[in-house]
């Protein structure tokens, strides 16, 4: 099928499509679908923020961001009843079906401690799958190593898995209005 450039040298339609005849689209369609763009690490971590604010959210937690990146916690995640500070990390790829969250920024030999952060969130994007990983647990350890979708190996983190309910029962803002 013959393309033409216009004028400024951007593709147009077909000239079938020009001079009104009939556009097969159905040939397009079959195409093989591309896959997607491989991000760098500071914007994967930035899709990652973006769905702990979403599902932190749709949870009824409220959500806040500190201003800059100075701190070393990403949100501030209030439950009506206490405010947690939560770093979140992103796992995107796995070695031998396991993902590893480290507790640490960039610099390895700075972990994170309860000073710093109460909760470290990680993300396993491909399974769609939270870990909510209090700080304490990395007293003695410096990662993590999750295995969401193996049957036949279990990590012990497990129990971590989507446990929301560390952060108590989010106060819903609705429930103000019963004093009316």
Request: glycine letters at 6%; a positive charge.
């Amino acid at each position: 099928m013959e393309n033409s450039k216009d004028l400024q040298g951007a593709p147009s339609f077909p000239r079938s499509v020009r001079e009104g005849g009939d556009f097969d689209f159905s040939a397009q369609e079959q195409s093989k679908p591309k896959s997607p763009p491989v991000l760098p690490t500071k914007r994967r971590g930035e899709v990652a923020e973006a769905a702990f604010l979403h599902k932190a959210a749709s949870l009824g937690f409220s959500v806040s961001k500190p201003w800059g990146e100075s701190d070393r916690y990403d949100f501030i995640l209030d439950s009506g009843d206490h405010c947690w500070r939560v770093q979140v990390k992103s796992a995107h790829s796995s070695a031998l079906h396991g993902y590893s969250f480290r507790a640490c920024g960039n610099v390895p030999s700075r972990r994170y401690t309860p000073r710093d952060i109460d909760f470290l969130v990680g993300y396993v994007v491909p399974d769609n799958v939270w870990y909510v990983l209090p700080i304490a647990l990395f007293s003695a350890i410096t990662a993590v190593k999750v295995f969401p979708s193996s049957k036949r190996r279990m990590s012990r983190y497990e129990l971590y898995r989507e446990a929301w309910h560390y952060f108590g029962e989010p106060r819903i803002a609705s429930a103000v209005t019963e004093d009316k």
